[in-house]
Nanobody, 122 residues
Framework: VQLQASGGGLVQAGGSLRLSCSAS????????MAWFRQAPGKEREFVST????????QYAGSLKGRFTVSRDNARNTMWLQMIDLKPEDTAVYYC????????????????WGQGTQVTVSS
């Protein structure tokens, strides 16, 4: 499956963005999906994951309440709604897919999108 993330941009602190991840070349509904992010000079870190049925959603502890993950299998798309953005949310955001259930472990994900830059100014 091929993934393409989009929707990043420059936003002021306290603002909102919605990222999209479009999938092609596979059966989107067969995959658990996730968002990771990587800030300059830091390792890529888990943001959120969602099961194929949307019945299970997980978030990094510090992000719960500000970020919401969703998906529409009929549209082969996953979203990440981000509100109350902070400068520390600045990073390249990546979407990823894996077979089986959702997990926060980066090494379990087989397929990756190219990333979309989110910059939050103070």
């Amino acid at each position: 499956v091929q993934l393409q993330a989009s929707g990043g941009g420059l936003v002021q602190a306290g603002g909102s963005l919605r990222l999209s991840c479009s999938a092609s070349g596979g059966t989107f509904g067969a995959y658990a999906m996730a968002w990771f992010r990587q800030a300059p000079g830091k390792e890529r870190e888990f943001v959120s994951t969602i099961s194929w049925s949307s019945s299970t959603k997980q978030y990094a502890g510090s992000l719960k309440g500000r970020f919401t993950v969703s998906r529409d299998n009929a549209r082969n798309t996953m979203w990440l709604q981000m509100i109350d953005l902070k400068p520390e949310d600045t990073a390249v955001y990546y979407c990823a897919a894996k077979t089986g259930g959702p997990t926060a472990y980066i090494e379990h994900y087989h397929y990756w999108g190219q990333g979309t830059q989110v910059t939050v100014s103070s």
